[in-house]
């Protein structure tokens, strides 16, 4: 099998990563990394060994797949030159700035026979892997997303830029359409919200409760599950599961008996992961474990509630 010729377009904090990945993994070749500072193009090119490029349209035709990691504002064009030329594409999140800029990078992918995925990297966390066996229609959910402030990523309010995994994540549990959303939030360091809580209704009757923060003093990224008989924590940081089950008989009269169970998941590299899925994806002729319509399913809930935020007075 000839080596699969890839490219990473805009190599800041992430798309480094991305491209480090791409570099290392067998079977793949690493053509360039794009950048519109070309020093840093450069700097990475050359502890990569590949070559490095100012303007991404010169790697067309010279490439099968790529990485797109630039700004969110310019997700939409440099994400349509490669799918429209049939290059398969993993883009990171958010998929696009508007639902109109998805609905075309989905049916050009479509157009083209181009594998289009989109880096919702908590799904490749190993602690949702583990969770497809225990998970049976979820009641309640509630999640916590809190980081210290950084520069990057502040292109986008803190809905776009952090809660946006765990509405992803959510609506892949869940799996029914939203029906309300109800929101608040405020600006602190940035002209945009940076920290966020959301009320999500969906239509089966499951109610989420999602907060997000990129103001705090630590990082915590937990989810907890209710559903009938069974309680759920996820740890995504620390890569654990607990589960509480009601078993059978009573701890004494009234109360039931409770099994739980917790499990340390080990070190895991959920960006390479998602990177061999995109390949896998490529190589085999199958649709990606994070499609363009599982991300612009979360970017649509994401915008209902900036709606609901602007609605609120100042």
């Known amino acids: 099998m000839s080596a699969l010729r890839t490219a990473v377009i805009g190599v ?3 798309g480094n990563f991305h491209a480090q990945k791409y570099a290392a993994i067998e079977g793949v070749e690493l053509v360039g990394v794009v950048d519109n500072d070309l020093k840093r193009a450069e700097e990475i090119a050359t502890k990569l060994g590949t070559r490095a490029y100012a ?25 349509r030159d490669f799918l429209a030329a049939g290059v398969h594409v993993l883009i990171e999140k958010p998929i696009t700035v508007t639902i ?21 990297l908590e799904r490749f966390n190993p602690v949702l892997v583990a969770l497809e066996d225990i998970l049976h229609e979820p009641l309640f959910i509630e999640s916590v997303r809190i980081a210290p402030f950084k520069p990057r990523g502040t292109d986008v309010n ?13 609506q892949h549990i869940v799996k029914s359409p939203v029906e309300r959303v109800d929101a608040i939030g405020a ?22 409760n999602v907060t997000a923060s990129r103001i705090s003093l ?6 907890r599950i209710f559903q009938r008989d069974t309680y759920i924590t996820l740890d995504f940081q620390n890569r654990k599961v607990l589960t509480a089950r009601k078993g059978s008989g009573e701890l004494f009269p009234g109360v039931p008996n409770v099994k739980v169970d917790e499990r340390e998941l080990g070190e895991a590299d959920a960006l390479r992961s998602e990177i061999e899925s995109f390949i896998s994806a490529i190589r085999e002729g199958k649709p990606p474990q994070v499609s363009g319509s599982d991300g612009r399913m979360a970017l649509e809930t994401a915008l209902k509630i900036n709606t609901s935020l602007d609605r609120r007075p100042s």
């Not at 109109?100 to 181009?114: C, F, M, Q, S, V």
């Open 12 to 14: 800041g904090y992430l």
């Open 158 to 170: 803190v809905v776009l830029d952090l809660m946006i995994h765990d509405i992803e994540i959510i």
């Open 218 to 223: 630590k990082s915590e990224r937990k989810m």
């Open 55 to 79: 303007d991404h349209r010169e790697l067309i035709g010279k490439v099968d797949a790529v990485s797109v990691v630039v700004p969110t504002q310019y997700h939409h064009a440099v994400a």
């Open 100 to 120: 109109e800029e998805a609905d075309e990078l989905i049916a050009l992918a479509e157009k083209n026979g181009a594998v289009f995925q989109v880096g919702h």
């Open 187 to 208: 600006p602190v360091f940035t002209g945009e919200e940076d920290i966020a809580n959301a009320r999500i209704l969906f239509k089966n009757g499951c109610v989420a």
